[in-house]
């Protein structure tokens, strides 16, 4: 393999190509092995304002869920949030995520859309599900590597983008994602040419625009 034609990556000190990265990192890999087997490859990432962003808790709090509906955490920023959460899985070894499954969400084969999800985001998409009503759905963009994308609301499993080929899909995403409390409903894409998407998300709300309009409400 010819080195200077092909992106690496340096994991532990050594560089290795981004495919065999990539196939290293998937979380699916480590189900079953011990904390050991899994922790070299998150030990070399620390971001430079971690220190000073994340929450002084060892968990960070949850949003509550009452009967059918979901009621986010409050008061806290968005961006110390996500960095507690993810603090939270590494020390843990992602003890808590698992995959949701392929029947109603089926993610595309590709390294940033890997079924991977702490409970509390499982549990809301299957609310989510039950507001949807019949049919699937295509996940675009699922679980992420914090290697490749940073920590971010998807490297800590706490966001989805769902594939939406038309705005009246789109509309109906977004209607079930209200009524199900999910505070982060923003449409991307390009609706026109069948390339839309809806990102949920259940970390602290944010007023993120992906280049195809807002979302407040049924009303819109």
Known sequence: M?????????????????????????????????????????????????????????????????????????????????????????????????????????????????????????RVLSLFFGHYGTGSLYVVNGFRSVLHFGITAHSTGLAVDIQAETREQADRIMHAAYLTGIPNIIPGGDFATGEGYVHLDIAPKTDLNYGAGSYTGPWD
């Open 2 to 122: 010819n080195t200077e034609d092909t992106q690496q990556t340096r994991v532990n000190g050594e560089l290795i190509s981004e495919t065999d990265f990539d196939l290293l990192w998937a979380p699916q890999l480590y189900a079953g092995q011990s904390a050991s087997a899994a922790a070299p490859l998150y030990t070399d990432y620390s971001p430079a304002a971690a220190d000073t962003d994340v929450l002084s808790v060892a968990v960070a709090p949850r949003g509550k869920i009452t009967g059918t509906r979901f009621y986010p955490v409050e008061g806290v920023a968005r961006d110390a949030y996500i960095q507690a959460r993810y603090r939270e899985a590494e020390q843990t070894r992602f003890s808590d995520y698992a995959a949701i499954g392929q029947s109603r969400f089926k993610h595309l084969d590709r390294v940033d859309t890997l079924d991977w999800y702490p409970s509390d985001m499982r």
